[in-house]
């Protein structure tokens, strides 16, 4: 059974930080391009960060440059999302994506809130 689960959200200052995680089952993580995705209300969802396979190659969205980090860990089946410097408008559901690197399968989370408030 294909899982992606999500967590490490929750409410923090502007300013503060946060980490992400989004554990990954069923499938052959390696294989996959995962990616971090956001959708604010009465907002469609965003590309918020993308890593390749391996590592070698990171992509972020430009409201996130400098402030959020995406990793993975392909021992544990695990990608992360570092998000520093957290601002209001960072506020949204977060969802943790994998695409097969041939595409021909695509995997959600569950989502995770994130609250950026004081």
């Known amino acids: 059974q294909v899982q992606l689960v999500e967590s490490g959200g929750g409410l923090v200052q502007p300013g503060g930080s946060l980490r992400l995680s989004c554990a990954a089952s069923?499938?052959?993580?390696?294989?996959?391009?995962m990616k971090w995705y956001r959708q604010a209300p009465g907002k469609e969802r965003e590309l918020v960060a993308t890593?390749?396979?391996?590592?070698?190659?990171?992509t972020y969205a430009d409201p996130v440059k400098g402030r959020f980090t995406i990793s993975r860990d392909n021992a544990k089946n695990l990608v992360y999302l570092q998000m520093n410097n957290l601002k209001p408008e960072d506020t949204a559901v977060y969802y943790c994506?994998?695409?097969?690197?041939?595409?021909?399968?695509?995997?959600w989370g569950q989502g995770t809130q994130v609250t950026v408030s004081s």
């Open positions: 890593i390749t396979t391996t590592g070698g190659s990171r």
């Open positions: 069923g499938f052959t993580f390696g294989y996959y391009t």
């Open positions: 994506n994998a695409v097969h690197v041939l595409g021909n399968n695509n995997y």
